[in-house]
């Protein structure tokens, strides 16, 4: 059974950072390429951030340069880096494992003007 369990979310000032995470657990961590989602209130779910299992990272637009997703194999652990955070980052942010239909069940993260 596949688990994705993410953490870190809360309500920060404009400015702020924070860091969440994602434990995984049921399947072969290191080799699936894991990514981060978000949904803001009434739009659809974004791709924000990819990491592959060589490392190899990729990121939307709106947050280069902000954030990093990184990874710790040794702990089936994904963690997503937020820097400078923006009212526009709010939403939902959901682990996700790449090519395959497993997700978390969301952190929500809401950025203050």
């Known amino acids: 059974q596949v688990q994705l369990v993410e953490s870190g979310g809360g309500l920060v000032q404009a400015g702020g950072s924070l860091r969440l995470s994602c434990a995984a657990s049921?399947?072969?961590?290191?080799?699936?390429?894991m990514t981060w989602y978000r949904q803001a209130p009434g739009k659809q779910r974004e791709l924000v951030a990819i990491?592959?299992?060589?490392?190899?990272?990729n990121y939307v637009d709106s947050v280069k340069g902000r954030f990093t997703i990184s990874r710790d194999n040794a702990k089936n652990t994904v963690y997503l880096q937020m820097n400078s955070l923006k009212p526009e980052d709010t939403g939902v942010y959901y682990c996700?494992?790449?090519?395959?239909?497993?997700w978390g069940q969301g952190t929500q993260v809401t950025v203050s003007s």
């Open positions: 996700h494992v790449r090519f395959r239909n497993y």
């Open positions: 990491i592959n299992s060589n490392g190899d990272t």
């Open positions: 049921g399947i072969i961590f290191s080799i699936n390429s």
